[in-house]
């Protein structure tokens, strides 16, 4: 919230082209000033926010949002869909809460490198994956329950991320799950580099924007667990690790399309081979901010706390691996 003020209401013009304005699906531009009543203008504001800090709509919509697949749906059948989605996603929360319970109960009894690796990169995924269920059965339920209002038109909420298929690098996964704060983190960030003087398409600009969005992201992160007690720095780790990762991963392309392959379109063995990198430093870097979160205590259920993780827990305990 305080960054999207910041960008908003302080850095952003009041008037002119470069002021938000909505187009939405008609082209026709409506700023604030635009808006005739107080209800107008609120509801402005408030739509320049939501349903999910893309823009979708407006004049600073982010580049590459993801087409609806369902959009060749009635408005009835549509808003079941996400209905089933969204308790389809919750359901599957709940069993990855149990995965995960199950994961940490082997956790104690691991022995040997290779098991503790195998462990850790399974409590890694289940909680990322427990995320994302989290995220969808939020998004879901909140779009068929604004459409079905009238709040909200199906065009307004397009897919909350892209193709996984798509995620095959590090720099791609998190162009796929980022979207919603790809604003957030990125205007910020090109007011810094562009401040600092880096010039405009420069290695040093690209490199810099990059770090910066993740330091905030870290930021962001670091601030939801403010009241929460954790002794790891699980967040700055985590987040951090990306951008490094990412640039190591930019120099060895760009090693590979200059000495090995020269071309720029990528063949199918080099995006097995991404997806095999991606699913690898996942594993190994997930562990690091999942287990930290697990610990705090801030993994659990919002309607039944951790019955769903405790209930994992006696399962490996009683049926335990070895």
């Not at 305080?2 to 013009?13: S, V």
């Not at 269920?133 to 329950?145: D, E, G, I, N």
């Not at 392959?261 to 990198?277: D, Q, T």
């Not at 697990?294 to 993994?299: K, L, M, N, S």
Request: glycine share 8%.
């Amino acid at each position: 919230m305080p960054l999207w003020f910041i960008e908003f209401a302080i850095c952003r013009p009041q008037s002119g082209d470069d002021a938000p304005a909505y187009v939405g699906n008609t082209g026709i531009v409506r700023r604030i000033e635009d808006c005739q009543s107080v209800w107008a203008k609120l509801r402005w504001a408030v739509e320049l926010m939501v349903p999910s800090h893309r823009g979708v709509g407006w004049n600073w919509q982010i580049k590459n949002i993801p087409e609806d697949s369902k959009r060749h749906l009635t408005r009835r059948r549509w808003i079941i869909y996400h209905l089933c989605k969204g308790i389809l996603s919750y359901l599957g929360s709940l069993l990855l809460l149990v995965a995960m319970g199950f994961a940490s109960s082997l956790e104690q009894d691991s022995q040997g490198l290779l098991q503790k690796r195998l462990v850790d990169a399974m409590i890694g995924w289940t909680g990322a994956i427990w995320i994302y269920c989290r995220l969808c059965t939020f998004y879901s339920t909140a779009s068929a329950a604004t459409v079905a209002l009238g709040l909200y038109e199906r065009w307004q909420l397009p897919p909350l991320m892209g193709k996984v298929g798509d995620a095959w690098s590090v720099r791609q996964f998190w162009a796929v799950y980022h979207q919603t704060m790809r604003q957030m983190l990125s205007a910020p960030a090109i007011r810094i580099t562009r401040a600092l003087g880096f010039r405009k398409g420069s290695l040093a600009s690209a490199l810099c924007q990059l770090y910066l969005a993740f330091g905030l992201s870290t930021v962001v992160h670091q601030f939801q667990m403010f009241n929460v007690t954790r002794r790891d720095v699980g967040e700055f780790t985590f987040f951090m690790s990306q951008p490094v990762v990412i640039t190591l991963e930019g120099a060895v392309m760009w090693l590979w399309r200059r000495y090995v392959r020269k071309s720029r379109s990528v063949a199918p063995v080099e995006i097995m081979l991404g997806y095999v990198w991606v699913v690898l430093w996942l594993s190994s870097s997930l562990p690091i901010y999942l287990k930290g979160s697990r610990d705090a205590g801030i993994v659990h259920d919002a309607f039944i706390g951790t019955a769903p993780f405790d209930f994992g827990i006696w399962l490996g305990q009683r049926y335990p691996a070895s």
